[in-house]
T-cell receptor, first 119, second 111 residues
Framework: ETGVTQTPRHLVMGMTNKKSLKCEQH?????MYWYKQSAKKPLELMFV???????ENNSVPSRFSPECPNSSHLFLHLHTLQPEDSALYLC??????????????????FGPGTRLTVL | GIQVEQSPPDLILQEGANSTLRCNFSDSVNNLQWFHQNPWGQLINLFYIPSGTKQNGRLSATTVATERYSLLYISSSQTTDSGVYFC?????????????FGKGTKLSVKP
C-alpha cells in the first residue's frame, strides 16, 4: 500500500464509450501525475499537476482529458479511444517545494494502475 | 532529452544468488528512483537515491552522480524478488516532474 489508490483496476471499453479513471492520494502531496505503460514502450509521462495546475502535457492526444479538482484527486477522462490506447495507466504523487520561483519535485509514489483494454 | 539505459535487460538467477543491476543516464540528475514492478503492475519504491549509497535489508543502491550511473544490488535473492526493476530519473534541465524511465531489467529467480 503506497498511499495512492486507483479505480477501477481493470476497464474494458469500446471505441465509442466515455469512461473516467480515478486516482486519490492520501499522502498530503501537492503534485500528481498520469503515466502510461504500453506493451512495447517504456513508461512515459502524460500529465503533471502541481497545486492543481497543469504544468506538463506531454503531447497527449485530446481524447485523453485530465482533471484535478484538488491536490488529492486526479481524473483521466477517456473518449473515442483507439485500440492502441490499451495500456496500464499509472497515477503517481509527490511533494514539491518552491525555491526561487521554480518547483523542485521529490520522490514519486505510484498507485496500482488501471489496466485498460479498448476493443 | 535525457537517456536512461538499464542492463542487463534480462537476468535469471538461482535462489540465494546475488546480482547487480546497472542504470546509466546521459545527463546530470536531481532525482533518481529504483522501482520493482510486481506481476500485477504495481510499482514499488525501492530507493530514492540521486547520489550516495543506501541499504534496505537485502537490497542496496549506489549512485555516482559525477559518472552518471547507479547500481542496485540484490543479495541472497528470493523467488519473490522476481519482476521488472526500473530506474527512473529527472533533471534540472528538463521538466522536473517528468520521471524518465529506463526499459527495465526483468529478473527471474528460480527455486
Amino acid at each position: 500500500e503506497t498511499g495512492v489508490t486507483q479505480t477501477p483496476r481493470h476497464l474494458v471499453m469500446g471505441m465509442t464509450n466515455k469512461k473516467s479513471l480515478k486516482c486519490e492520494q492520501h499522502l498530503g502531496h501537492n503534485a500528481m501525475y498520469w503515466y502510461k505503460q504500453s506493451a512495447k514502450k517504456p513508461l512515459e509521462l502524460m500529465f503533471v499537476y502541481n497545486f492543481k495546475e497543469q504544468t506538463e502535457n506531454n503531447s497527449v492526444p485530446s481524447r485523453f482529458s485530465p482533471e484535478c479538482p484538488n491536490s488529492s484527486h486526479l481524473f483521466l477522462h477517456l473518449h473515442t479511444l483507439q485500440p492502441e490506447d490499451s495500456a496500464l495507466y499509472l497515477c503517481a504523487s509527490s511533494q514539491t517545494s518552491a525555491s526561487g520561483g521554480s518547483s523542485s519535485y521529490n520522490e514519486q509514489f505510484f498507485g496500482p494502475g488501471t489496466r485498460l483494454t479498448v476493443l | 532529452g535525457i537517456q536512461v539505459e538499464q542492463s542487463p535487460p534480462d537476468l535469471i538467477l538461482q535462489e540465494g544468488a546475488n546480482s547487480t543491476l546497472r542504470c546509466n543516464f546521459s545527463d546530470s540528475v536531481n532525482n533518481l528512483q529504483w522501482f520493482h514492478q510486481n506481476p500485477w503492475g504495481q510499482l514499488i519504491n525501492l530507493f530514492y537515491i540521486p547520489s550516495g549509497t543506501k541499504q534496505n535489508g537485502r537490497l542496496s543502491a549506489t549512485t555516482v552522480a559525477t559518472e552518471r550511473y547507479s547500481l542496485l544490488y540484490i543479495s541472497s535473492s528470493q523467488t519473490t524478488d522476481s519482476g521488472v526493476y526500473f530506474c527512473a530519473v529527472s533533471n534540472y534541465g528538463g521538466s522536473q516532474g517528468n520521471l524518465i524511465f529506463g526499459k527495465g531489467t526483468k529478473l527471474s529467480v528460480k527455486p
